[in-house]
């Protein structure tokens, strides 16, 4: 029949695409488009080729892999190292089992050693006498390039294999392929050092084994799992591919402790969903599993085609890695008033779900990306991990690119309208804190903890709850709350909302510094709260003082000075602080005693039971002498007071000559320095 142009002109482009995408992947290690979205490209090109009778011998579909590079000797394979055909759901798998008994003319249930598809590079290993002469990748099935000086630095790989015989040569071929661990630890110590960030395992495999300064190959941990044999001289080879797995293991050759064989394709088929729900458990990334006829004699009779064995076949899992567009970006305020932006997408299924959206994290990782508002980008999502963007496709003509919009980081906070304040090197947060109502559960969270209020029975989940029934919104109206209203809760019975409201009146009469504390300023914790309160003494100057003027404060520097001038300059934070007051919230007057700072610049550590005082009031007493407390020893430290039960911190000040103390002469201490 006669072929459309527009069927043709078709053809010709995804072998054009197809092509350009294999040099990427196979040559160059530098892939540009996710797997499914290369195999998706293949699939439709098989399928135009076969309906319209458009197969040929130099169509990449009929290719394994890609060319050698230059920069490598180059490797002929004694015998081809084929690639495998792939189907992504159970009735192709099924189908595939159907067309072999066929084939066989066989009624009875075919045995598979089925194994997992470790996401790696195919490599081949060549051992002469037992000595590993040679490693060499898969190339374009025919030709690879030698590997051999980056091979022998991967530590699971034998360079003599055991008890093998003279005049014996064995090929062996496997998967050679970078654990989760490993990458973790890869990129853990690039942002240590500033260097770049490795995007996938199986791209910094690729990478590694083409390095061509063996010591660089040595610094990555890469692994070696091996999946069957090629040519072998002077060796008597079992008659199932399952008793090659144990010959090549008892040689010291590493082999999948997952692999598996199964009598019937139902069997493989539950082997299968076995491996896909214990998949983010595994050590290594795997993007599938591949079934194998167990029986060699089998396999011989059932052959090769042109690019791939005719008696294994790989089980595609659905795919981590897809690509989509960034249709818009929002920025969301989380719950302690981090601005985040987050990608609006294109919905794409990836990793078993839809995905519609994804945090990016925060600017410097839109940069570091190069994201733009219209971009294609490959997102991944591994098991129940966050879905991310992990790359950027650069457009490929002048429309793509036009429509390509710069992402801003909004000028107020978009939940409140108050200003963003930048937060360290690549954070940013809403200045408004305790007002802001993206912030409230945390805000009232806190405000009622034990070290601020101490609202005894306002707990987390309480708090949600009050928040969520919408009975609360700021913790003002903590003060407002009936004990009929909590009692009308679920699981909140009378007794207990008398012993809650109970406990909010007991918090209405606290300390000025306690009050501080559970405002939530930034970076201003309890010790900075009393050092406010020594130097001030009153509210008023407080949220009066400039930021020179809090700057004198001790231990105050201009960032924290900063934050708490930004929080008293804020409107509706002076607003709540009056509906505070109003509602009963009061403190004793500061009466300020510039002598009774004995301590200042001391560093105390408490450890062990403290009998006679509560910890909590050690702790306020010491800071309000002008100590800090600390949580651990150091040479810095000027006293450890060590009650019954002190262990490792007692044992550290003992070494470094600390003073020690025990309670009494803590409290006599006090005694002497208060009156």
């Not at 319209?52 to 009929?62: A, C, E, G, H, T």
């Not at 083409?210 to 010591?215: A, F, S």
């Not at 700072?597 to 002498?625: C, D, F, I, P």
Request: charged share 25%; glycine share 6%; aromatic share 4%.
């Amino acid at each position: 029949m006669a072929v459309p142009d527009k069927i043709r002109q078709e053809v010709n482009k995804l072998r054009e695409q197809i092509e350009h995408h294999n040099r990427l992947y196979h040559s160059l290690d530098a892939p540009e488009i996710p797997d499914a979205d290369f195999d998706a490209l293949v699939n439709r090109l098989e399928r135009l080729e076969k309906k319209y009778n458009l197969v040929d011998v130099k169509s990449p579909s009929q290719r394994i892999g890609g060319e050698a590079l230059s920069e490598f000797s180059q490797v002929t394979h004694e015998i081809a190292m084929l690639s495998l055909d792939k189907v992504f759901d159970e009735a192709d798998l099924q189908a595939f089992d159907a067309r072999l008994k066929k084939r066989l003319n066989k009624d009875s249930p075919i045995r598979y050693c089925c194994e997992p598809k470790v996401d790696g590079i195919a490599v081949s290993l060549l051992y002469r006498d037992g000595i590993l002469e040679r490693a060499a990748t898969r190339g374009d099935g025919v030709t690879g390039e030698d590997i051999s000086h980056n091979v022998r630095t991967i530590t699971n790989v034998p360079l003599k294999l055991k008890s093998i015989k003279k005049k014996s040569l064995i090929e062996v071929r496997g998967e050679i392929f970078l654990g989760k661990q490993g990458f973790k630890s890869l990129n853990e110590r690039a942002e240590l050092e500033g260097s770049k960030v490795f995007v996938n395992p199986r791209n910094t495999a690729a990478g590694t084994i083409r390095q061509l300064d063996p010591k660089k190959a040595a610094r990555i941990p890469l692994q070696m799992y091996c999946y069957n044999v090629g040519l072998i001289e002077g060796i008597e080879l079992p008659n199932t591919l399952s008793g090659i797995f144990t010959l090549i293991e008892k040689w010291g050759l590493p082999v999948n402790p997952d692999r598996s064989v199964q009598t019937g394709i139902e069997a493989c088929l539950e082997y299968c969903l076995r491996l896909l729900s214990k998949r983010n458990s595994l050590a290594y990334e795997i993007d599938g599993a591949v079934l194998k006829v167990n029986e060699l004699k089998l396999q011989q009779k059932l052959g090769n085609n042109a690019r791939s064995p005719r008696w294994a076949m790989a089980y595609k899992f659905p795919a981590e890695e897809k690509s989509t567009t960034v249709i818009d970006v929002e920025f969301q305020v989380g719950r302690t008033g981090t601005i985040t932006p987050v990608a609006r997408l294109e919905p794409v299924f990836v990793g078993g779900v839809t995905v519609s959206n994804t945090t990016l994290h925060n600017m410097d990782e839109i940069d570091r990306l190069g994201l733009r508002i219209g971009d294609k980008v490959v997102v991944r999502r591994a098991g129940d991990v966050i879905p991310k963007v992990v790359k950027v496709i650069q457009p490929t003509n002048a429309k793509e690119a036009k429509n390509r919009r710069v992402i801003k980081l909004p000028d107020v906070c978009p939940a409140c309208g108050s200003v963003i304040e930048k937060d360290g090197k690549v954070l940013y947060r809403c200045s408004a804190g305790i007002i802001c109502p993206a912030q409230r559960k945390e805000s009232i969270k806190h405000f009622a903890s034990r070290s601020a209020m101490d609202i005894e029975g306002l707990g987390d989940k309480l708090v949600d709850v009050l928040v969520d029934e919408e009975i609360i919104s700021n913790v003002a109206d903590i003060f407002t709350l009936t004990a009929e209203q909590l009692a009308a809760l679920d699981r909140m019975g009378e007794k207990s909302a008398n012993n809650i409201i109970a406990a909010i009146n007991k918090s209405k009469q606290t300390t000025l510094p306690r009050f501080l504390f559970a405002l939530g300023i930034r970076e201003v914790g309890e010790a900075t709260a009393l050092q406010l309160v020594n130097h001030f003494g009153d509210l008023d100057k407080i949220k009066a003082a400039g930021t020179e003027s809090l700057e004198r404060v001790s231990d105050i520097g201009p960032k924290v000075a900063e934050h708490i001038s930004v929080f008293f300059n804020n409107k509706e934070n002076l607003a709540l602080i009056r509906s505070l007051q109003q509602r009963g919230i009061s403190w004793p007057k500061v009466e300020i005693d510039s002598q009774a700072r004995s301590l200042e610049g001391q560093t105390y550590v408490l450890t062990g039971a403290l009998e006679l005082m509560a910890r909590n009031e050690a702790k306020e007493k010491l800071l309000a002498l002008g100590a800090k407390v600390a949580g651990s020893v150091s040479k810095n430290t000027s006293c450890v007071v060590a009650g019954p039960g002190a262990g490792s911190k007692l044992t550290k000040a003992e070494e470094l000559g600390v003073n020690i103390i025990n309670e009494g002469e803590f409290i006599a201490l006090l005694d002497d320095l208060t009156n």
